[in-house]
């Protein structure tokens, strides 16, 4: 079974417009983190945002939110303000379990998003 | 100054020639991966080390071997290459232990086996 599902292989906001990029995750580990990347045309992986297990509260990163809903296991992105530069493939990742062991990522297949002028 | 760094940024070669791909991350950090992005964009990760030491070997074919000299550097060598290799390969690090530890990736060594 899938650890991490992106539903979505790719879609179109319109520029200065909010969206949302969906994750579902399976884990029974209670201690696991949930992370979302960013991947320009270029190929870098970059970082936008972090969701601990044990987080009260949703994280928040400049115009990046993540929705999560421990009890139906996703976590979803949500952009704010879309802007042209946000086109690229998102990534999200699981890591379960504690310790050096436990750092892995798993990640989701990726969702491709083109934010139109 | 780059966090990590790979080289080569490229690299093409012959089916069952022998390669390698360096790895150096100058953040402090004490643990460093080796992950596979395929032709579909899915990254799986091979390989963990924390403190020079392996932690994790996901189920790569033993013709890829990785070597970390220290904690700052995470070698990968592959033998006798196969056209199924042709991939782009990160490297990573992090510092373990910590919960919300991010991982940073280098800019990543686009392999194609001819």
């Known amino acids: ?117 | 100054d780059t966090a990590v760094s790979q080289t080569p940024k490229y690299l093409v070669t012959q089916m069952g020639n022998d390669k390698s791909i360096k790895c150096e991350q100058n953040l402090g950090h004490d643990t460093m991966y080796w992950y596979k992005q395929d032709s579909k964009k899915f990254l799986k990760i091979m390989f963990s080390y924390n403190n020079k030491e392996l932690i994790i070997n996901e189920t790569v074919p033993n013709r890829f071997s990785p070597k970390s000299p220290d904690k700052a550097h995470l070698n990968l060598h592959i033998n006798s290459l196969e056209l199924g290799d042709s991939a782009v390969y990160f490297c990573a690090s992090s510092q373990g232990g910590l919960r919300r530890a991010e991982q940073f990736f280098g800019p990543g060594t686009r392999l194609t086996v001819l």
């Open chain 1, 1 to 117: 079974a899938q650890k991490i599902t992106q539903t979505q292989p790719g879609m179109f906001v319109q520029e200065k417009e909010a969206v949302t990029l969906d994750c579902t995750y399976d884990t029974s580990d209670p201690s696991y983190g949930l992370f979302w990347y960013k991947q320009p045309s270029s190929g870098e992986m970059i970082f936008l945002i972090y969701q601990g297990s044990y987080d009260q509260q949703n994280a928040t990163e400049g115009r990046y939110s993540l929705n999560f809903q421990k009890a139906r296991k996703s976590a979803n992105l949500v952009i704010s303000a879309s802007q042209l530069g946000d086109s690229a493939m998102y990534f999200c990742a699981m890591r379960e379990g504690r310790g050096a062991a436990g750092n892995k990522l798993t990640f989701g297949g990726g969702t491709r998003v083109l934010v139109k002028p």
